[in-house]
């Protein structure tokens, strides 16, 4: 009895540190989105800075799972939990990833002026992140629904990009002096694209602990 006891208050450990690097991942991408807006390259460097902590908290994660793997021999459910830890923790370093890649792009536009006001861009971040925190209540709560529902945010995502795509081009075509920047502005959306993809991954490991089974949330 005292080793379950103790094998659940594990459990429970790493789940409150993967709560702790949902947000620290979610912060990543408001402040790299936010930086963008402002062409605050400033910004744009502490959330490259910020990484190091993303990916130390990551290593700790992962040691937590192997160490649980290791001494505690779980059975084939809790196995699951313990392996969907790791699968999330893994999509969430590869968002804050994403989000270091869109602050660099904004230091290297530093000192230039915006070629058009960004609403689409962050409208897509807005809901990555919303996304972002859906799935990991639905991880937290066993909520199979709620893991599912996450494709279809990520549609909404998806056809903004298409949006993003059809009016950057046409200002290209429009303007050629402008196409290095709005080049820029198309690889943010596209990293913003690969957020959600990562959260609907979250929402398949969800959904799997919980029934055993594989579902493609990314169709």
């Known amino acids: ?16 540190e993967l ?9 990543s991408i408001h402040q790299a989105v936010e930086a963008l807006t402002r062409l605050d ?11 190091d902590a993303v990916d130390e908290l990551t290593l700790r994660i992962e040691e937590m799972c192997l160490k649980l793997i290791a001494l505690q021999q779980p059975m084939a459910g809790d196995l699951r939990i313990i392996g969907t830890a790791l699968s999330i923790a893994t999509d969430l370093e590869r968002i804050a990833d994403h989000a270091v890649d ?13 070629a058009k006001e960004l609403i689409d861009i962050p409208q ?13 209540v639905a991880y937290m ?4 629904h709620m893991a599912a ?9 998806d056809k903004i990009f298409s949006r993003i ?6 200002m290209m075509n429009a303007d050629f002096t402008r196409n290095r920047q709005l080049t820029h502005l198309i690889m943010v959306a596209h990293y913003l694209e690969r957020v959600a993809d990562h959260v609907t991954n979250i929402g398949e490991s969800v959904i799997y602990m919980v029934t055993g089974k594989r579902k493609d949330l990314n169709v």
């Open 1 to 16: 009895m005292n080793n379950r006891l103790n094998f659940q208050h594990s459990i429970d450990d790493l789940q409150n």
């Open 19 to 27: 709560l702790d690097l949902g947000s620290m991942v979610e912060n």
């Open 41 to 51: 390259a400033d910004l744009a460097r502490r959330t490259v800075e910020d990484d």
């Open 102 to 114: 869109i602050a660099k792009i904004t230091i290297r536009l530093s000192g230039e002026t915006l």
């Open 124 to 136: 897509m971040a807005e809901i990555s992140k919303e996304m972002l925190r859906e799935s990991l």
């Open 141 to 144: 709560n066993r909520n199979v």
């Open 149 to 157: 529902s996450l494709a279809e945010k990520d549609d909404k995502v």
């Open 165 to 170: 795509m059809t009016d950057v081009i046409g």
